[in-house]
């Protein structure tokens, strides 16, 4: 009978004799200087890794496919409806509402027939909330409520501590298993410019507060949390970034005793798109959603190419929304399943696991993630790491294709922007300095465009 395994035939080599081979083939050149790269996270990236030194963690099932959702401004009602239907009829099975005021909810859900709703609402209103919840016949609503997340983003709560958490204890009385109170807003803290290791740090250390007032008020209703990450186009660091964060809330959840599922709505990050040559964002958002992908995500919410500088458009969403009925469909990923057994995956994602546990211990050490944005640690954490980041991209040592390399000089710019591009600095009173997100181009853009 044939043997059918391709590989029996050949010896076994060890990670050690695969490592004197390379420096015998470097003919003196040093192996640690020219092989070897370190990375902002604290990483060292190795050349090749093997099945006998590789590190390997647990990660929690995920999802057996994840779902497309299409993102919805709220400025009218009939018509916010009308393109969740579309989009529905186009691909998408789940929404995502965006809202700034209180909205007629029942002329937003009519005949929604849809599995998944969340909704990402900038105000604070318990007789809203409860309309909301009342409205819904079938879908599973996600009201994301994060106190912690606007006050990082605005620098303010809602009302203040007190009012905010009297609230939240109200909203946390509804008794329906359809309903889905808490979220995180991780986004926030990758779209100002941290880290991988960073963003799963504080992804924990941002929902043990949520964990902390669960415990201290004894409440029993909340049994999933969704988490917004932002992926990067670091591929690979970006799937195990995903895998730590599902792998470390597990060990969390296990210190309360609890059991609350992490639900994981994944987007593209803001930090690399460009305004010239904005159709490389494609790609980069392409990138971006297979790392969602593979890193185990329940919800993917893609971003049209030219979101930074246009209004929403149909051209934009048709094409963002396709992008991930290919890779779903077409290309079959589906989940994070094909990202298991990958040396490197799983190395990295040890890594990450590791050195995040470590910030998340020190954070809690000073008393907590609320206390820190207070002090500005945080904010100061995160500022040096965007700055390294700018200061490569700067240089040219991190490439933004059509920008700070290849940009075509002849192309104009200023007359298609619809929307501010640009980092928008309120002269507003505020409780802590906001977490503020800022793109990487902002800089090239402004210069261009004053040439134009």
């Known amino acids: 009978?044939?043997?059918?395994?391709?590989?029996?035939?050949?010896?076994?080599?060890?990670?050690?004799?695969?490592?004197?081979?390379?420096?015998?083939?470097?003919?003196?050149?040093?192996?640690?200087?020219?092989?070897?790269?370190?990375?902002?996270?604290?990483?060292?990236?190795?050349?090749?890794?093997?099945?006998?030194?590789?590190?390997?963690?647990d990660?929690?099932?995920?999802?057996?496919?994840?779902?497309?959702?299409?993102?919805?401004?709220?400025?009218?009602?009939k018509t916010a409806n009308f393109l969740a239907k579309d989009a529905i009829k186009r691909g998408a099975n789940s929404i995502l509402f965006i809202s700034n005021?209180?909205?007629?909810?029942?002329?937003?859900?009519?005949?929604l027939h849809v599995a998944s709703i969340y909704f990402q609402l900038s105000f604070l209103d318990l007789k809203f909330i409860l309309k909301l919840v009342n409205s819904n016949k079938e879908s599973t609503l996600f009201l994301n409520i994060d106190l912690i997340g606007n006050l990082a983003k605005?620098?303010?709560?809602?009302?203040?501590?007190?009012?905010?958490?009297?609230?939240?204890?109200?909203?946390?009385?509804?008794?329906?298993?359809?309903?889905?109170?808490?979220?995180?807003?991780?986004?926030?803290?990758?779209?100002?410019?941290?880290?991988?290791?960073?963003?799963?740090?504080?992804?924990?250390?941002?929902?043990n507060e949520y964990l902390n007032f669960i415990n201290e008020n004894r409440i029993d209703s909340v049994k999933m949390i969704p988490f917004i990450f932002s992926m990067g186009s670091n591929y690979f660091f970006e799937i195990s970034k995903l895998r730590a964060?599902?792998?470390?809330?597990?060990?969390?959840?296990?210190?309360?005793?609890?059991?609350?599922?992490?639900?994981?709505?994944?987007?593209?990050?803001?930090?690399?798109?460009?305004?010239?040559?904005?159709?490389?964002?494609?790609?980069?958002?392409?990138?971006?959603?297979?790392?969602?992908?593979?890193?185990?995500?329940?919800?993917?919410?893609?971003?049209?190419?030219?979101?930074?500088?246009?209004?929403?458009?149909?051209?934009?969403?048709?094409?963002?929304?396709?992008?991930?009925?290919?890779?779903?469909?077409?290309s079959k990923i589906k989940n994070g399943n094909l990202a298991k057994g990958s040396y490197y995956i799983e190395d990295l994602t040890y890594e990450i696991a590791e050195k995040a546990l470590h910030i998340f211990k020190d954070i809690e050490k000073n008393g907590g993630f609320v206390k820190q944005l207070f002090k500005g640690s945080i904010q100061r954490k995160?500022?040096?790491?965007?700055?390294?980041?700018?200061?490569?991209?700067d240089t040219g040592k991190l490439v933004l294709v059509g920008t700070n390399k290849y940009p075509d000089l002849k192309e104009k710019i200023?007359?298609?922007?619809?929307?501010?591009?640009?980092?928008?600095r309120k002269k507003k009173q505020t409780e802590i300095q906001p977490v503020l997100a800022k793109r990487l181009?902002?800089?090239?853009?402004?210069?261009?465009?004053?040439?134009?």
């Open 245 to 330: 964060f599902r792998y470390l809330w597990n060990l969390l959840l296990k210190k309360y005793k609890f059991e609350i599922e992490a639900n994981i709505f994944a987007q593209p990050t803001l930090r690399n798109k460009t305004l010239f040559d904005p159709h490389v964002n494609m790609l980069r958002t392409t990138s971006e959603n297979m790392s969602a992908i593979l890193g185990g995500s329940n919800t993917i919410n893609n971003f049209s190419f030219d979101a930074v500088f246009r209004k929403k458009n149909e051209f934009g969403e048709r094409i963002a929304r396709n992008q991930l009925i290919i890779l779903k469909e077409e």
């Open 154 to 207: 605005t620098g303010n709560w809602f009302f203040n501590n007190q009012k905010d958490h009297e609230i939240l204890r109200e909203i946390l009385q509804i008794n329906n298993s359809n309903t889905h109170v808490f979220g995180v807003d991780v986004s926030i803290y990758q779209n100002a410019g941290t880290n991988t290791v960073q963003q799963v740090a504080y992804a924990l250390a941002h929902a």
């Open 441 to 452: 181009a902002e800089k090239v853009e402004k210069e261009r465009i004053k040439k134009e």
């Open 1 to 57: 009978m044939r043997n059918n395994n391709l590989f029996e035939e050949f010896p076994s080599v060890s990670s050690k004799q695969w490592k004197q081979k390379i420096q015998f083939d470097l003919k003196g050149v040093d192996y640690n200087k020219t092989l070897l790269t370190h990375t902002l996270e604290g990483i060292t990236i190795k050349p090749f890794y093997h099945a006998d030194s590789f590190k390997q963690i």
């Open 59 to 77: 990660i929690p099932p995920t999802p057996d496919e994840f779902k497309i959702c299409q993102s919805i401004f709220i400025s009218n009602e």
């Open 101 to 111: 005021k209180a909205f007629d909810s029942k002329i937003i859900l009519e005949g």
């Open 414 to 424: 200023g007359d298609d922007l619809e929307i501010y591009p640009f980092l928008k």
């Open 382 to 393: 995160i500022n040096e790491n965007a700055q390294k980041e700018q200061d490569l991209f």
